[in-house]
């Protein structure tokens, strides 16, 4: 369509001067002798009426142009507006459809007139009616551009998602109506839906892999538990061996002098007091290892005291193996962590030494070193021994659950691992393994 903005009166002037020099052209190119003889003005009708044909001519041909040119935009319109991916509806104040593209008859698999019967609430899905109401109001009372998501329904009741939005209000022969154009979103709320239903899936395949990790920490805790346990039943038999030889020899002792009738009652009391203060050391091992398994909370303690308590239990299995064991720590250290879980864990590493210099009896001067080393008010207990070293292949897989270079019935591989869960369950502590010279490092840092 041509837009042209010059007045009318401008565009006729311009049409006859056009129209004129046509003329003048014309009578150049054929000498009209005729009209050259004829009256003044006759030759001035005569031009004039030419002038005028020619104009309706050039104004004839304009409307052509202007004609072929609407066809062209009307298709153009036709296309865009039938055509067009998405619904168009015009609605009147009662909301009843006046209008309807292509896309929304084929949505509903209505003809445009039965379209036009309809109000377009009997085309929404009866749950979701008040959402459009709501977005109605809205837009009445605003005049904004609003859209909400509901589901429709076509003519053979099957449910389609779609977004609706009220876009502009007008006039038609003075009464308000409103466009809405509806966007079939159905692909892309079942995408949204099995999108949610994976995510659901993950949440909870996530949440029974997380339990069943739990479990198997649990478990792994239960058996590392049950191994430790397993070794401090060993060293209880340790310590007891020796009172139980020493009650007994009081006992064959006694038997022996009354055997050859030389018991006297002096020999009996002092036996006797023997066996108590024997039996009442024994009874003291017992509470000693029950309040190793004791369950403490976080709190500041002296380092020392716990080291030596855990050093004590472990002795008689050392001694008996001639390593020699050394502590240097301040008595006046204190730390900030779990009692009963530093505990373990230096027992874990105290047996672990063990077995290392079991592993390579040709070795003298066994020796464990316990010291500390302090940074910027942190402190690293070490636990040092010279049983061999750890080959540097193995160092990082020491803290993995069941890693074990101990023959099956001499290893469980959880020692470590548990001795990490428990120190590292403490915020800001760490425990790390260090192997240098042939001798094993063992660090544990506590928090500032
Ligand atoms: N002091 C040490 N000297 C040499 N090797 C060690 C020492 N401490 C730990 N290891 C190595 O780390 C492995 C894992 O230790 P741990 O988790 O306590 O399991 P386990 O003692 O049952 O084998 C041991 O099998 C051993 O190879
Ligand atoms: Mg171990």
Not at 231 to 239: D, L, P, S, T, V
Not at 321 to 350: M, Q
Request: aromatic share 6%.
């Amino acid at each position: 369509m041509s837009h042209d903005n010059t007045p009318p009166s401008n565009t006729k002037r311009s049409v006859r001067k056009q129209a004129e020099e046509t003329l003048k052209d014309k009578n150049s190119k054929l000498l009209n002798s005729a009209v050259v003889f004829l009256p003044e003005d006759i030759q001035k009708l005569i031009h004039e009426l030419q002038v005028n044909k020619i104009e309706l001519e050039m104004q004839k041909d304009e409307l052509l142009t202007t004609q072929a040119e609407l066809k062209v935009s009307h298709a153009r319109y036709y296309d865009l507006y039938n055509k067009a991916p998405v619904g168009y509806c015009t609605i009147n104040e009662d909301g009843l459809i006046l209008d309807a593209n292509d896309t929304a008859s084929g949505m509903f698999g209505l003809s445009h007139e039965d379209l036009q019967k309809k109000l377009l609430t009997d085309l929404i899905y009866k749950d979701d009616q008040d959402i459009y109401y709501f977005c109605c109001t809205k837009f009445l009372s605003s005049s904004k551009e609003t859209s909400c998501e509901l589901r429709m329904k076509n003519s053979e009741g099957f449910l389609f998602w779609v977004q609706i939005y009220a876009t502009s209000e007008k006039e038609i022969n003075g009464f308000p109506y409103i466009r809405v154009v509806i966007v079939d979103i159905t692909e892309t709320k079942n995408a949204q839906e099995e999108i949610q239903k994976l995510n659901d899936t993950l949440k909870d395949e996530i949440a029974r892999q997380v339990e069943e990790l739990r479990k198997k920490d649990v478990l792994l805790m239960e058996q590392a538990t049950l191994a430790q346990l397993g070794e401090m039943i060993n060293m209880i038999a340790h310590q007891w061996r020796q009172p139980l030889n020493a009650i007994s020899g009081a006992a064959v002792e006694l038997s022996l002098l009354n055997m050859m009738g030389e018991v006297s009652k002096e020999k009996i009391a002092q036996n006797s007091k023997f066996t108590q203060e024997v039996a009442k050391k024994m009874s003291d091992t017992i509470d000693e290892f029950m309040d190793f398994n004791k369950k403490t909370d976080i709190a500041k303690f002296s380092l020392l005291s716990i080291v030596e308590k855990t050093v004590d239990i472990v002795m008689p299995q050392f001694e008996s193996r001639s390593i020699t064991l050394e502590i240097d720590i301040d008595k006046e250290l204190t730390v900030f962590h779990n009692k009963t879980a530093i505990k373990h864990a230096l027992l874990n590493i105290l047996i672990n030494s063990r077995d290392a210099f079991d592993e390579n009896i040709r070795l003298n001067k066994r020796k464990i070193n316990i010291y500390t080393k302090e940074n910027n008010g942190a402190v690293t207990l070490l636990i040092e021994d010279n049983a061999g070293g750890i080959a540097k292949s193995i160092v990082p897989k020491v803290f993995n659950p069941y890693f074990t270079t101990k023959e099956q019935g001499k290893g469980t591989g959880l020692g470590l691992y548990m001795t990490k869960q428990m120190i590292e369950k403490v915020k800001n502590s760490t425990v790390s393994v260090e192997s240098k010279n042939k001798n094993t490092i063992v660090k544990i840092k506590f928090p500032v």
